[in-house]
């Protein structure tokens, strides 16, 4: 069965420094997403993209972060200059035009 | 701002006995509601979903049930079994965004 896979699995970075989190969506789906999840907070919505474009994006997704789909298969993450606020699981997702989301196994990032 | 709550952090359940899992929205623009299950150090797997213009969707074990009125879903797991033990999350979409928005999770143990 298809997945959504995401690298690294880990990512520690010091508070400052550019960071990049990549996914292979699913290979028919559409759509793109990202989310992430404080510890001990709800999973929450940063962005989609479909058609490559964002097509929607949350308050958290400011001017610090960008995504990108360089290819056929990857989708990335990028965080410019990151915060200690930043450390969180990050999850991707990806939909054929249907609402069920399918996501990966997510990025835990660490921000000293 | 809790559009999509969960009232109860934990449940614990019997093996073979039913499991209800209950969901509370605020957002009247919700349209189409998700049941995901989440393991530890895992991305949330999608389990089971239901749209607004239905009440009840089932798929094997799981069973879904809307109450538009009250603004509640639950989710009925029948019989449990000690591998559901997992967090299992609500989520809403509405209208034209694809976005989720996700309750904090409720704990489900299930004891043999």
């Known amino acids: 069965e298809p997945e959504v896979t995401q690298t690294p699995s880990h990512q520690v970075t010091q508070m400052g420094q550019e960071v990049i989190l990549r996914c292979v969506p699913i290979?028919?789906?559409?759509?793109f997403y990202w989310y992430r999840q404080i510890l001990g907070q709800k999973v929450e919505f940063l962005v989609s993209?479909?058609?490559?474009?964002?097509?929607?994006k949350s308050e958290i997704f400011d001017d610090q972060f960008s995504v990108e789909r360089p290819d056929g298969s990857n989708f990335t993450l990028k965080i410019r200059s990151t915060k200690l606020e930043d450390s969180a699981m990050y999850f991707c997702?990806?939909?054929?035009?249907?609402?069920?989301?399918?996501f990966g196994p997510g990025t835990r990032l660490t921000v000293t | 701002d809790q559009q999509v709550k969960q009232n109860s952090p934990s449940l614990s359940v019997q093996e073979g006995r039913i499991s209800i899992l209950n969901c509370d929205y605020t957002?009247?623009?919700?349209?189409?509601f998700l049941w995901y299950k989440k393991y530890p150090a895992e991305g949330p797997t999608f389990l089971i979903s239901?749209?607004?213009?239905?009440d009840k969707n089932e798929d094997g074990r799981f069973t879904v049930f809307l109450n538009k009125s009250a603004k509640h879903l639950s989710l009925h797991i029948v019989p449990s079994q000690p591998g559901d033990s997992a967090v299992y999350f609500c989520?809403?979409?509405?209208?034209?965004?694809?976005?989720?928005?996700f309750g904090s999770g409720t704990q489900l143990t299930v004891l043999p």
């Open positions: 997702a990806s939909s054929r035009d249907t609402p069920e989301q399918y």
């Open positions: 290979s028919n789906h559409l759509y």
């Open positions: 993209f479909y058609n490559n474009e964002i097509s929607e």
């Open positions: 957002n009247s623009m919700f349209d189409y």
């Open positions: 239901i749209s607004s213009i239905k």
């Open positions: 989520a809403a979409s509405g209208g034209s965004a694809r976005q989720l928005t």
